[in-house]
Structures are given as structure tokens and as C-alpha cells.
């Protein structure tokens, strides 16, 4: 194990210490929550082990959590919960409201000013901890206390622990903007489709009056079928399937026709924009949407058609070109398709630009825990 990380802040340059959590603290749990003395409803959450951090298990009295929280061990502000059972080495920093926590399930550790709190958060992340159990994973006290790790001075662990909150913040930010624009994007949506029985949808664009018109999707789209690609050389089209991109290779079977992919085997419920030129394997219909039909429009037609209901297969689910061209849809004029289509391209591109900008800080966190901590060897 080193005893230095290979990037630092400007001004340290000690070695870092070998140490157990043993030496620096010991575990704390709350008093122990029967059923009995729980319920659906109530005035204080309280946290088991699977919504730990997120929706609470239960609840119970007011007048029962001042007892306890009282007479037997509590948390302070800041202090790190981590979950002992289950998922192992989940953490909530808590914030001080009125909580309770399962007894050895959801545990932290009691220590002094040796540590930092933000620091221990990034810790507990990395640390190899030694779990027992078979079916439910358990940490129990006496591995915890004798896990190993590397601490660095105080003041460095304050620098890390600031540095890596504010890496996760900024994570935490472009995830809640990805999660709320799909949220605004299905409610668009259904607002945006005329409901069973209606032929105009709830909310339209300025200008837009007319009555939508029933159509057949093969009225609007040719569907065609993807083919074997392994005959084919290394090249620069892209070859899709059902889970998206798969290799590149030298010929297309659309060389200028942009599509809709849609499953016929495997995944039949993800249908997805396919932009010349490309190939397709026989598991993926392509749909060419014919003239005076809005590529993006028609994608967000597909979105709304509830494919799971139209499998046709007991076990691998499946569609037909017969069953696809079925469908029945109201379509509006071209205009209306066209500022609608923009309308959800528009999101679909914020969604993917937050989701593309979460996962590379995530790699980024990655590279910087594997390079700001000593390594093993």
C-alpha cells in the first residue's frame, strides 16, 4: 500500500498513515424500533435498510422518538450513515431533521476530531470492507472496526472531502435536470396527443385549429426488415440491434433514408431515431417514414404506442410488420408535425447533453479516487 497519492493539493507533501477505523472511533446504532411500535402514517420517519436515504419504511411518534432520541445513541449533524446490511456501504450524511434508523442496519461511526465527516463519506466508497452473510449481506461491528485505510492530516481531509462533495453536487445537478426533463418530456406527451376518443390534443402550437386525422401506420411508414451483417467487412456504417449500436461495417442498407428502429425479438418497447446511412439486424425493423410524415413526429408517435400490449410471442417478446401497420394514430398537418417533432428533439438532445455530462463526471470521480488516494502495492 502507498503512502502517498499520485495527485495532491498544492502545499501537502506527508505521508499518509495506515490506520482502522477501530483506532480512530467506534460504532453507534439507534435503539432498536419493534413493529408493533410503528406505522404507515405519522410524524417521524423511519428508515429500515432498502429505502434507506430515499422514501421511509414506516413512521413513528413524536412522543417515541424525544424518548429515544433522548436516552440512547443518536446522530449528530453531519455524521455519516452508512448501511451495514443489504447494500453495503450506502451513505446518507445526516442532516439533523427529526429520523430514526434501524438498530445495526443503519449504523455510523462515533469519533473525534482525528477525522472529517465529508472525508469519511468519500472513504467509505472505496474501502474494501469484509461483508458475511450468503443471501443478505451483513457488516458486523468488529469488521468494520478493523477495515484499513490510508488517513492523510486533517487539513488535507477537509480539502478532499470539499472537493469530492462538490464532484457529486454538480453529478446530483445534471442527473435531477435529465430526470425532470423526462418527466416534462412524458407529460408532453400525453398532453400533446389527442386522449381515446378526443381529435385534438390538450395543448398545441399557436395557430394550430384543425381536427387531427385517423391514420394506419402503414400510411405513414414503410417498415422494412434489418438483415444479417456478418457477410460484411469492417467499415464505417453503423450496424444496430435492439440495444443500440453493436460494430461499424462497409455497406448500408439505408444509405439515405433516415428511420425509426423497432424491435421485432428482444426489446420491443424502445423504439429509437436511426440517421443514414446505416444497417440493421434482423431483429430490428427499420420504419422510413413516407412523404409528407415528420421523422421526429412519427418517433414520438412510437413513444406513445404501448408495444408491450401488441407482443404476439409467450416467451421471447415479438412483433410483425402486420401487427406494426395496425396500429391506428391521429396525425395533424405537416406543420403541426413539424413544430412538434422539433418540440421533443429539442428534448430529447437537453436529456441526453445532462445524461452524456452525469456519466462523464462519474468517470471523472472514478479517475480522481483512483488517483487522489494511495493505491495498494
Not at 444479417?228 to 456504417?237: Q, R, S, V, W
Not at 398537418?333 to 447533453?353: H, P, R, W
Request: include cysteine; hydrophobic fraction near 35%.
Amino acid at each position: 500500500m502507498g503512502n502517498t497519492p499520485n495527485i495532491r493539493f498544492k502545499g501537502f507533501t506527508d505521508d499518509w498513515e495506515q490506520r482502522k477505523f477501530g483506532d480512530i472511533g467506534s460504532i453507534a446504532m439507534c435503539k432498536r424500533i419493534f413493529k408493533e411500535q410503528t406505522s404507515d402514517e405519522g410524524e417521524v420517519p423511519f428508515y429500515k435498510i432498502g429505502t434507506f436515504g430515499v422514501e421511509p419504511d414506516a413512521f413513528i411518534s413524536k412522543e417515541l422518538f424525544d424518548e429515544y432520541k433522548t436516552k440512547y445513541p443518536y446522530p449528530n449533524k453531519g455524521d455519516i450513515l452508512i448501511s451495514a446490511s443489504g447494500s453495503i456501504g450506502r451513505t446518507v450524511e445526516f442532516t439533523g431533521k427529526d429520523e430514526y434508523f434501524q438498530d445495526s442496519n443503519i449504523v455510523w461511526l462515533k469519533h473525534g476530531n482525528e477525522i472529517d465527516n465529508s472525508f469519511l463519506k468519500v472513504l467509505y466508497s472505496i474501502v474494501e470492507w469484509s461483508c458475511e452473510g450468503s443471501t443478505i449481506k451483513r457488516l458486523y461491528n468488529d469488521n468494520f472496526l478493523k477495515t484499513e485505510f490510508m488517513l492523510p492530516q486533517i487539513d488535507e481531509q477537509i480539502k478532499l472531502g470539499t472537493y469530492f462533495s462538490n464532484l457529486d453536487n454538480l453529478i446530483t445537478l445534471h442527473q435531477r435536470k435529465c430526470d425532470e426533463t423526462k418527466k416534462l418530456k412524458k407529460f408532453m406527451l400525453q398532453k400533446m396527443f389527442p386522449k381515446k376518443d378526443a381529435k385534438k390534443p390538450e395543448i398545441r402550437f399557436a395557430g394550430f385549429t384543425d381536427d387531427w386525422e385517423q391514420r394506419k401506420l402503414v400510411d405513414v411508414v414503410d417498415v422494412r426488415s434489418g438483415r444479417d451483417y456478418k457477410h460484411l467487412e469492417e467499415g464505417d456504417i453503423p450496424v444496430y440491434g435492439t440495444g443500440g449500436y453493436m460494430l461499424s461495417v462497409n455497406e448500408a442498407l439505408s444509405d439515405d433514408e433516415d428511420a425509426i428502429g423497432i424491435g421485432r425479438k428482444g426489446t420491443i418497447d424502445n423504439p429509437y431515431i436511426l440517421r443514414a446511412p446505416f444497417w440493421t439486424v434482423d431483429t430490428l425493423f427499420y420504419a422510413v417514414p413516407r412523404d409528407k410524415y415528420d421523422l421526429n413526429f412519427v418517433f414520438d408517435i412510437f413513444q406513445n404506442v404501448n408495444w408491450k400490449a401488441k407482443d404476439e410471442s409467450t416467451g421471447v417478446p415479438s412483433l410483425s410488420k402486420a401487427t406494426i401497420n395496425a396500429v391506428e394514430t391521429l396525425m395533424p398537418e405537416y406543420a403541426e408535425q413539424k413544430k412538434i417533432g422539433e418540440y421533443f428533439s429539442y428534448l430529447d438532445n437537453f436529456i441526453t447533453l445532462h445524461q452524456r455530462k452525469c456519466d462523464e463526471l462519474k468517470e471523472f470521480k472514478k479517475y480522481m479516487l483512483q488517483n487522489m488516494f494511495p493505491q495498494k502495492g
